[in-house]
């Protein structure tokens, strides 16, 4: 073969080698969360994405009769992008405020980048929408502030408005009122269980702790006030990030409690098993990766309550366990998540925490 034709099928080769790449490339941008742009120096719309379509309500047809600078109306941006083809600066990026009728604000990370290709510059650049996000921070610290005040300012001092406190979750999730009367009915059997156990032992086990366990055992979730719906109803797995969120649950109360003005010896151990029942024995849970007789008693005696509880119960992301799926799965975490002690505990009343469940599904289905 010619060295002339050896150069031909290089080029062409290199020119299939481009096309697929830009062909991936295409593909996603298409399906890309953000919404992408390219334009000229006058604001003209060289390529749009279907997520920066959507962002701005606009039909693909319609790039070409309206103008960048029309829809992002923000002097700082379009100074930014002249800037970006004079050469000052190489990119831009900054959190912009956006008027998208007829939904409103939206509020997005901007980013913006010069190019030059073939002697000509052209700016891309990509939105990251954070609306929903923000909105979700911002709403997450009305609940929080919320909780705070009503901590500070309600006499706690029956369970009455322990339940009341607690049912702020309910906005979120309808089925925590049941869960949280069965928790207190699992944490009083378990408790109490204990305590006949080994009261010789431990002089602190009273049958007034096993009370106020019992109570405090309603306000374990309540930090959930501060997580916002999509994430505690999501039917798929959660993201890292959004387990991230998950997890501060345990933590969004504690100030809040220990701030508390009634001193109660319930609100001391509701804080204590708010941050700490998704503590391990193995030292594997959170928030503070503690292990073994670190984590309070009040936890760890809660952690089986509450896992328990979520396995023999639908949830928005699993269906129901039977009583004995969920009995094999706690003994099986003795002395991993579960305290040994306790599960041996457990397991000589475990059929008292199906009828506690089974009782309260009884009582709903004849109402």
Not at 76 to 100: I, N, P, Q
Not at 192 to 215: F, M, N, V
Not at 324 to 348: L, S
Request: aromatic content about 8%.
């Amino acid at each position: 073969m010619a060295e002339k034709d050896l150069k031909v099928n290089d080029l062409l080769d290199t020119i299939e080698i481009l096309c697929a790449e830009y062909g991936k490339l295409g593909a996603i941008m298409e399906v890309c969360y953000n919404g992408a742009f390219e334009i000229d120096e006058e604001g003209k719309f060289l390529f749009t994405n279907p997520a920066f379509l959507k962002t701005f309500l606009l039909e693909s047809s319609e790039t070409n009769k309206v103008n960048f600078f029309e829809i992002v109306s923000s002097p700082r941006v379009k100074r930014a992008v002249h800037a970006l083809f004079a050469g000052r600066v190489k990119t831009f990026a900054e959190r912009v405020e956006l008027v998208v009728k007829p939904n409103g604000k939206r509020i997005v990370e901007l980013t913006m980048r010069s190019i030059e290709l073939r002697g000509r510059k052209y700016v891309i650049g990509v939105f990251d929408d954070r609306t929903e996000f923000l909105t979700a921070i911002k709403n997450r610290e009305l609940s929080i502030n919320l909780l705070y005040r009503l901590i500070n300012s309600m006499k706690i001092e029956t369970k009455d408005t322990i339940y009341q406190l607690a049912r702020l979750v309910e906005v979120y999730d309808r089925s925590t009122g049941d869960h949280l009367e069965r928790m207190e009915h699992y944490m009083r059997t378990l408790s109490g269980e204990y305590y006949r156990t080994y009261r010789e032992r431990d002089p602190h086990l009273t049958a007034k702790y096993i009370e106020d366990l019992s109570l405090a055992a309603i306000l374990h979730d309540i930090g959930k006030v501060g997580v916002s719906s999509e994430i505690l109803l999501k039917p798929g797995r959660l993201t890292p990030s959004e387990f991230e969120l998950i997890k501060r649950h345990t933590t969004l109360v504690a100030e809040a409690l220990t701030g508390h003005k009634g001193g109660k010896d319930y609100i001391t151990l509701a804080r204590e098993i708010a941050v700490s029942h998704h503590e391990r024995w193995d030292g594997k849970g959170y928030p503070r990766g503690l292990y073994g007789e670190n984590i309070p008693l009040s936890a760890r005696l809660t952690a089986v309550c509450d896992v328990y509880d979520t396995l023999v119960s639908i949830r928005p992301y699993k269906k129901a366990q039977r009583h004995e799926q969920a009995v094999a799965t706690v003994a099986g975490e003795r002395g991993k998540a579960f305290d040994p002690e306790i599960v041996d505990v457990f397991m000589r009343v475990h059929m008292l925490f199906k009828d506690i469940h089974d009782r309260q599904r009884g009582e709903k289905k004849a109402v």
